[in-house]
């Protein structure tokens, strides 16, 4: 060992632990380009730095003996040693560094004493060159930094191994490095069981044939984490590549200002969160997920996330049948807010942000959210006993090729949600929807949104309540539709009934006919229509139709008119509702009265 007469004094550099002004990120130039963000074409050597602190030195004379005291805020360093070959790190409160570049067949460092540093002064460790294996391992240990090191394991025959692979231990740091491994089932830096450590400034690279490559892992059992500042990019010929994943009783971590790359075949993610993930904060990174077939998000989260923030991140996934962000299976209060999500499908089907199955509580705010594809197209979805959530100035935008493009999807038994606020902005061929309510959704609130839907034929819709959609309170809203034929404002249908529609402004229009203000069939029942301005603009499309049938239904204080050719203010046929207070206003036609129906009309008012 180098003993020198020393006496070191250095204060604990303060952990960039929080953003302290999350600002949006800059969207990419070309999300589309696979070279954004560049990835790394050599493993250089990392410049050998000191830790960025104040050292103060002072010489100390004995003639018996030589030590060094460095103090790290709560940690004491007392010798510093050479080593130029693996092995075992056995010495507590010593220092080692690196004299030159290391082999080792299997692990190479073991780090078993507690407040220790190994500097590896840019020199590399190349493991697993016999078999499976580590750069370094850190067991029950705690107080341990690892620092300027370059590790590598070039062989990718392998099924396991990991360039830091970190358990039970406490208080440790692992920053300024380089790590590449080519093997499948493999992590650059893998944590478990342990708390309090910081992953800082490095860059990551799992890469080679198959998949499984994970960037960093965190697994069961793991708080405080702080990851910062590093750069990590995963790539494999197969799929489920991670570039962060946190598994199992993850607590109060950190991930902040990080650029993150995964590309494989399917179930690529960028940051994968799974079996409990609390209380932890996803700032400021950039992630780009790319899969050649299905199901990379940049953001996915399964079973148990529960507060986590995901505030002022760049989100970008590219590929087939997928969600930028997918959250699922009892996920709640949670926070995004900020961030720029964006999904480029290679095919069809892409989710800008999705919550499922018990979905609760979380907020999703002042997202810029874009979708572009051919068909199946979703700016914002919740799927499946989704409850209390609110949805709030958001930017929606939602375009597709194909037919099925919707900016805001809610369906099976989605309930008291808030949706308020939205801009929202869709363009397709057909069948397209500003918002869809379906399948036995209740009680849900679309307040104070402006929504545009736009397809190049027909069927287009700014609000479409039906399957059973209930207690649905629609007020505020600014809706404008326009395509060809079928484009309508509100529809309301498929025994959707005990709706409330108030006080919004409609607008539908179109090249063809039958682009109605508010269109109610089917057996929609007993709704309430209150207080809206409702224009229908083509030939044979009427302000306001009911049919086939429509029962029960209450209008009141509506102004209405439709002033396209051979259209009326108000059509019904086959339907039985009542008119109250109601105010058309110079329609080309006033009122149509079908068979077998029975209208009532009370205080209208016939403005010419």
């Known amino acids: 060992s180098l003993a020198v007469r020393m006496r070191l004094s250095m204060s604990n550099p303060t952990d960039p632990t929080h953003p302290t002004n999350p600002t949006h990120p800059t969207n990419p130039t070309n ?13 250089t050597k990392p410049t050998n730095t000191t830790d960025p602190a104040p050292i103060e030195q002072t010489t100390v004379t004995s003639p018996t003996q030589q030590r060094t005291t460095l103090q790290q805020g709560p940690i004491t360093i007392q010798d510093i040693s050479t080593v130029s ?61 690892i620092t300027n090191c370059n590790i590598v394991n070039a062989r990718d025959d392998l099924s396991s191994g990991f360039g830091i692979n970190m358990t039970n231990s406490n208080n440790s740091r692992i920053q300024n490095s380089n790590i590449t491994v080519f093997s499948s089932g493999v992590s650059g ?3 478990q ?11 990551i690279n799992t890469t080679g044939t198959g998949g499984s490559k994970l960037g960093i892992r965190l697994n069961n059992s793991v708080y405080n984490v ?89 989100f970008t996934a590219v590929g087939a049948a997928f969600s930028v962000i997918d959250l699922q299976n009892n996920i709640s209060n949670n926070t995004l807010f900020n961030n720029l999500v964006t999904g480029i499908p290679t095919t069809s089907s892409v989710v800008g942000i999705k919550l499922s199955t018990r979905a609760n509580g979380n907020r999703i705010a002042n997202n810029s959210i874009t979708v572009n594809g051919t068909t199946n197209n979703y700016g914002v979805e919740l799927l499946t006993n989704c409850s209390n959530n609110t949805i709030a100035n958001n930017s929606i935008v939602a375009s597709g090729t194909g037919a099925n493009t919707m900016g805001i999807r809610v369906t099976s038994l989605a309930r008291q949600n808030l949706f308020i606020n939205n801009h929202i902005w869709v363009n397709g061929t057909s069948d397209n929807f500003g918002f869809q309510v379906a399948i036995s959704s209740y009680n849900n609130t679309l ?15 700014g ?62 029942n007993r709704n309430v229509i209150q207080g809206n301005d409702i224009t229908a603009t083509s030939q044979l499309s009427n302000g306001v139709q009911l049919e086939n ?16 050719a051979l259209s009326y203010a108000i059509f019904v046929q086959q339907a039985n509702n009542t008119f109250n207070t109601t105010f058309l206003l110079n329609p080309t036609q006033w009122i149509f009265v079908g068979p077998n129906t029975n209208i009532t009309l009370q205080n209208t008012s016939f403005v010419g």
Not at 447 to 461: E, L, W
Not at 480 to 498: E, K, L
């Open 549 to 564: 049938p429509a029962e029960n239904n209450t209008f009141v204080g509506n102004n209405i008119t439709a002033y396209g």
């Open 226 to 314: 702080k990851i910062i500042n590093n750069r990590i990019f995963t790539s494999g010929t197969g799929g489920s590549n991670f570039g962060i994943g946190l598994t199992s009783n993850i607590y109060n971590a950190m991930i902040l200002n990080n650029t993150i790359r995964t590309d494989g075949a399917s179930f690529n993610h960028g940051i994968r969160l799974s079996f409990l993930v609390a209380n932890t904060t996803i700032a400021n990174n950039s992630v780009f997920a790319n899969g050649t077939t299905s199901s990379s998000s940049a953001i996915s989260g399964i079973d148990e996330i529960v507060n986590v923030s995901f505030i002022g991140n760049n």
């Open 189 to 191: 830096i893998y944590l």
């Open 447 to 461: 307040t104070n949104n402006t929504i545009f839907v736009q397809g190049s034929t027909s069927s287009n819709y």
């Open 85 to 145: 070959e693996c092995g075992q790190l056995n010495d507590s409160l010593t220092t080692y560094t690196l004299a030159n570049d290391v082999n080792a067949s299997y692990d190479c460092f073991v780090m078993n004493g507690s407040t220790v540093v190994l500097n590896c002064a840019g020199f590399e460790i190349n493991f697993s060159q016999a078999g499976s294996g580590s750069g370094v391992v850190v067991n029950r240990t705690n107080n341990v930094t």
């Open 193 to 203: 069981n342990l708390n309090n450590v910081s992953i800082l400034n490095n860059t």
């Open 463 to 524: 609000i479409m309540l039906y399957l059973s959609a209930s207690g649905m309170n629609v007020r505020n809203n600014i809706i404008v539709t326009n395509g060809t034929t079928d484009n309508i404002g509100i529809r309301i249908s498929d025994s959707a009934s005990n709706n409330t529609v108030a006080n919004n402004t409609i607008t539908s229009g179109g090249t063809g006919d039958a682009n109605h203000g508010i269109y109610l069939f089917a057996t929609a």
């Open 31 to 43: 999300p589309t380009d696979p070279t954004n963000p560049t990835k790394p074409t050599n493993h």
